[in-house]
DNA sequence: AATGAATGAGGTTTCATTCAT
DNA sequence: GATGAATGAAACCTCATTCAT
């Protein structure tokens, strides 16, 4: 689930020079890692267009505006967050050993990035109401793989469980790529492995089930 | 540790009007507020000075630019959780519902943005330098309180446990305060005391720990 | 004199496609009445281009530049107006009749926007020379028209009294469709008649002429 | 009426330096010239600024954006024309001759460019409204100095006439400053009075009032 | 000590125009 | 002949900062 490092479509560096689409799906990768590390104001649309190859100008011809760019990097990592969730029940150690992955490919992988943006306001309505919604929708996502039935009734604290575990893993993220803080910053799977499986087992799969180490 | 509600002495609303001291503590009280809820670039200096009551000019006057409020900001923020911390062992369970509290308080209380602040970035290498020493510094007062001693080998583990600790109180407030995600933005002490203590317990007190519902 | 209502060659709403001079006509004509109507800086060329439905490099293939394509609007004016006067003495009283229909063409018909255009400039040279020139030969024509004799010496005054009435003309139009104020914005020929009539003809007939309700 | 050509109070051409009030007579005093005679949108507030030997950014500061800035000169222009116009009945003779005076000032003279402002337009819904409403209001005042009286039934027709008249002013200062157009550009008070002095007396008087020469 | 006027750098956006296809 | 992608200049505006009172 989440990312499955799957190559992407649109990793070419240079661009064919004359090809919309592939005008803005740079803009939207540069853009992306812009916003994510650096946040929404600090960053400058001059930036992003530098990063992508491409004349400023061409941010507004496709995306109106620097907050369209912006909406457009979170429904971006809104669908791909989509379809990289399981839709159903899924096998807890599994699930608790991607969600470890996830965190761990930080500080250099793309993907902790997308999370990281998530927590970027831009200001705009329409982006934060996405931003908002996609959390909840991931959240709901995670409850379901973890065997989440809505039809229990009250169900609440496993959604709240279930967010708190992304909650979690936004927070570690944070220190590791934006902060740069030790010792989380410099570690790796094997370090953060056993807490994290620790944490995400007895939100996810209750105080009853194994906590001990995750299979590598 | 952390806020105790001790009253602070900078409460008073109006200010005598030609006080440096008391003029630098509004100023350094209404900045903190602003970045760390809206971020130090959407911060302009002028609100600041606004909700101080006081004259932009003087930001200048007392803390040469706005990088150096923000500065400024962080040291007090340091110190005002050093002071707040314990110094030594303390009792693991009290330890953790003082964790908990402090989250809980978010998202209208102002310890929370305490911790939110250590998030803001400025790109002021001084204040990032602090920040990064701040987070670190409280990882060890947080290792030292659940019992952890420098003197045994191989001790990075529980770091890194106090350090994923810190981690979710983090991604919780910002989950809270920032985006507004329901649930858990609108969660209480009832809601999220179980699985945060649950959390804490495992990272702080260990697998063997008592993981229960915590005391209220 | 002035616009005959005579069927434009380029009424047709669909052009050809691949038909240069079609093409050209539909420019010209999209953008005199955006001209005439919005200003000349306030009017865009992809505006043109969209109301002429014609990509928007044509304008600079046909015309070399915005300003060219003012140029054109421009001379197209002149000439229209040129060939619509009559070049010879006129009857005073039908004269005045065709001045008065022009007027309360306005603010729908293509007409008025010609005399609108007039006063548009665009900070060109080679434009404004053009304009200048055809409001003042347009006088002569209305002089002529009115009786005027170059051979009589110290004519002069027959001149300006005709280019009053061509100032009439013009605020008149301007205050109905730029302005739009009330209540010569919705007068019609019963109301503006009288009036108009009585101006021109004193401008044109001298006082002695009958100045009463215009035939209708 | 309408210019007593009284000598302005803001008339010092360097500003004492800082003077918020001057500052902002200055700035409103050089964008009201730059609006008139070049139209709006090619008016950049640069120029506006260095024409009033002011940093740009004080436009934003005091009058909130070009918009704001050319509303105030609306404004402005709008109070002066009223406190300019004689509110009750006036002589017919004097009052012309006031009309006449204002047109003849042009092109140099301050005075008819507040006339020629009231035709530009912004785009902007307020400043447009307050056009139309200076424009109907001036119009008022001159019907009533004319002898109007807004208790006769059906008066609409003397409305009109006064409306007229402005008209003709309008355009005439158009051609003169605007267009340059010859000979009405070059004409001074011996050529205009003569004509003018009859359109406004038919107008305004009506057909039966003496329409030769005005008095000089 | 404090105020508010003034400044200059830099940000986003618009728009006429040119370049490849 | 026609299209749409791409460009660069310039416009308006914001904001941290400095200056004069």
């Not at 400058?44 to 011809?61: E, F, P, S, W, Y």
């Not at 965190?103 to 982006?127: C, F, H, I, K, M």
Request: glycine share 8%.
């Amino acid at each position: 689930m989440l990312a499955e490092t799957v190559p992407h479509a649109d990793d070419e560096l240079v661009r064919s020079g004359r090809d919309a689409a592939a005008t803005q799906r740079a803009l939207v990768r540069a853009a992306r890692r812009r916003f994510a590390t650096d946040g929404y104001r600090a960053t400058t649309v001059r930036q992003i267009a530098a990063d992508a190859g491409v004349n400023v100008a061409l941010i507004n011809r496709y995306f109106e505006s620097k907050e369209g760019l912006f909406e457009a990097c979170m429904k971006r990592t809104s669908n791909e967050l989509d379809s990289q969730t399981p839709t159903g029940t899924s096998d807890i150690s599994s699930l608790i050993e991607r969600l470890i992955a996830h965190v761990v490919n930080a500080p250099d992988g793309d993907d902790p990035l997308q999370l990281l943006l998530l927590l970027r306001s831009s200001g705009d309505e329409n982006a934060d109401c996405i931003r908002r919604r996609t959390l909840e929708h991931f959240t709901q996502r995670l409850a379901v793989a973890a065997g989440w039935n809505a039809d229990v009734p009250d169900t609440a604290p496993i959604l709240l469980r279930a967010q708190l575990a992304i909650a979690t893993m936004l927070g570690v993220v944070m220190l590791r790529t934006s902060a740069g803080v030790q010792p989380v910053a410099s570690a790796g799977f094997d370090d953060l492995g056993g807490p994290l499986g620790q944490v995400f087992g007895i939100l996810l799969a209750g105080p009853g089930a194994p906590s001990g180490t995750p299979p590598r």
